[in-house]
């Protein structure tokens, strides 16, 4: 039900902004020095399994969140996500083998597995149906303003202080992002106390059909990204930048910079427009990154990617919401997160299976990346071509 007295900004949703950034920071800090990490345990063959590991698992999660959001509530599985990663920050310096490495990596992805699933219903509950696409554009500033920072922060951290403490520093952003959720007032109506029969898991639990178009665009927008975060750090260090955080800076601000304006684009005239917009501008900043060979050239081809994310990423949220029941919200977020997840899962697979630590395939690799935007694109025009003649829910066309 739409509560259009509920403005976008207030103290709940800001509250909400501030976790989801402390907790996007506390998990993408780590990210640019993992493969280093990795190689210095004598993992080097691994590093596809950095990303892979982290999202399988955070895939796996996603119908468990989605139904839990839906039963026992939105704050309590926001909470869970915050503290898997505030653990996880404390395991890496004592599981210091690969094996053990690889563990928590596995152990790690349930983070994002419930986290964002709850938030996004959370800001569905607050924010009237009109507005959607303004505010997941809002709260993805947020999420990805902790993208920008965490890279930048572990980097600096990492120079100064050892590996250690970057581990601890992203326990401290995960601690604050919990007790921010803790006096968060829960948006869920009906909820249930938890019970174990909570988390059996039928069929009809793991995807909602009428959220699968958007699925389909964010798997095919998703593997470039999952190619990027294997490739990126390797690249950034062969290039002569010393600082491998730099292209998720440049990335993550050129993103905030358009997420706004491309939310409340959306709301407007349309989220299939945008998303196709989306993916050109996507096909574009992967063939600019895979001619790059030089810092100019890095930094030209992540403001490019980060401008295509931030086209996307707010459409396509708001898109899955639009084609979903608003009981089966938190389902609907999981299918398209599960997609998600397994876009970036399959994406740093393949990165890693084809790099294989050969610095010299990365361009070709970053090419071949290109395909799924275009892909994504045929798809988002056949959809489109098919539901003109009767419109998109709620008119978003």
């Keep these: 039900m739409d509560r259009p007295s509920h403005p976008i900004y207030n103290v709940p949703f800001g509250l ?55 039963t026992i509530g939105r704050v309590p599985v926001m909470a869970v ?7 996880c920050g ?9 094996a ?43 999420f990805s303003t902790g993208m920008a920072i965490g890279p930048a922060i572990g980097s600096t951290i990492v120079l100064r202080y050892g590996i250690n403490a970057l581990f601890y520093s992203s326990s401290v952003f995960a601690l604050l992002s919990i007790l921010i959720l803790v006096n968060m007032k829960e948006t869920k109506q009906d909820k249930q106390s938890f019970m174990a029969s909570h988390l059996n898991i039928s069929r009809q639990d793991i995807l909602d059909p009428r959220a699968l178009p958007a699925g389909i665009v964010t ?16 690249w950034s260090g062969h290039i002569g930048v010393r600082n491998k955080g730099l292209f998720f800076v440049v990335f993550t601000l050129a993103s905030l910079l358009v997420r706004f304006v491309a939310g409340r684009l959306s709301d407007k005239k349309g989220r299939v427009a945008v998303i196709i917009a989306g993916t050109i501008a996507l096909g574009i900043s992967l063939l600019l990154l895979a001619w790059s060979s030089s810092t ?23 898109w899955t919401i639009d084609l979903s ?5 938190g389902r609907a977020m999981a299918t398209m997160y599960i997609s998600l997840e397994a876009g970036i899962g399959l994406g740093a697979l393949l990165a890693g299976w084809f790099f294989a630590d050969h610095i010299e395939r990365i361009p070709s690799i970053l090419l071949g990346a290109s395909v799924f935007a275009l892909l994504g694109l045929v798809y988002v025009l056949a959809w489109r071509h098919r539901h003109k003649p009767a419109g998109e829910v709620n008119a978003k066309n």
């Excluded at 996500?81 to 653990?87: A, E, L, T, W, Y």
């Excluded at 404390?90 to 690969?98: G, R």
């Excluded at 081809?301 to 990423?313: E, K, N, Q, R």
């Excluded at 029941?325 to 919200?329: A, G, Y």
């Design 325 to 329: 029941l608003p009981e089966q919200r």
């Design 90 to 98: 404390f395991l890496y310096p004592v599981l210091n083998t690969v």
């Design 16 to 70: 909400l902004c501030l976790s989801s950034l402390l907790f996007s920071a506390s998990f993408n800090m780590l990210i640019p020095e993992l493969p280093a990490y990795l190689s210095s345990l004598g993992g080097a063959e691994y590093k596809g399994l950095i990303i892979a590991l982290f999202t399988l698992t955070a895939g796996f999660s996603r119908p468990f969140s989605g139904k839990l959001t839906d």
């Design 100 to 142: 053990g490495f690889l563990f928590i990596r596995l152990v790690h992805g349930f983070s994002t597995g419930f986290k964002p699933t709850a938030t996004a219903a959370y800001v569905a509950d607050i924010v009237p149906s009109q507005r959607w696409g303004e505010a997941l554009g809002i709260h993805g500033l947020a």
């Design 219 to 234: 798997l095919l927008t998703y593997v470039p990204y999952g190619v990027v975060l294997t490739l990126i750090p390797d």
């Design 81 to 87: 996500g915050s503290i898997v990663c505030f653990i």
């Design 296 to 318: 100019a050239g890095l930094i030209i081809g992540s403001l490019a990617y980060g401008v295509a994310s931030g086209i996307l990423s707010p459409a396509i949220n708001a």
